[in-house]
Nanobody, 115 residues
Framework: QVQLVESGGGTVQPGGSLTLSCEAS????????MAWFRQLPGNEREYVAR???????TYIDSVKGRFTISRDDARNILYLQMNSLKPDDTAIYYC?????????WGQGTQVTVSS
């Protein structure tokens, strides 16, 4: 059974940065189109950024230029570098396949942007 483990969240002030990590021992990220999602309080989970096996990336408009999705193929870790964070970025962040039959969701990692 696939177990996704997200980490790296925390509380930062507006304008701050965080790097999120996603690990899973039983799957190979570079063989899948992977994505980061987030769930804002009271809202449904939304897609934030995706990374294809060939390295192409896409982002939702609200994070373009601020967030960067990447992966370390040697260590099989998926990252989300988040810069210039805004209060609206406050959410629980999750990783998973971009589409298709997704794996079970992990517990996510909480990101709070507050002064």
């Amino acid at each position: 059974q696939v177990q996704l483990v997200e980490s790296g969240g925390g509380t930062v002030q507006p304008g701050g940065s965080l790097t999120l990590s996603c690990e899973a021992s039983t799957i190979i990220f570079r063989l899948n189109t992977m994505a980061w999602f987030r769930q804002l309080p009271g809202n449904e989970r939304e897609y934030v950024a995706r990374l294809t096996p060939r390295g192409s990336t896409t982002y939702i408009d609200s994070v373009k230029g601020r967030f960067t999705i990447s992966r370390d193929d040697a260590r099989n870790i998926l990252y989300l570098q988040m810069n210039s964070l805004k209060p609206d970025d406050t959410a629980i962040y999750y990783c998973n396949k971009f589409d298709g039959d997704r794996w079970s969701w992990g517990q996510g990692t909480q990101v709070t942007v507050s002064s």
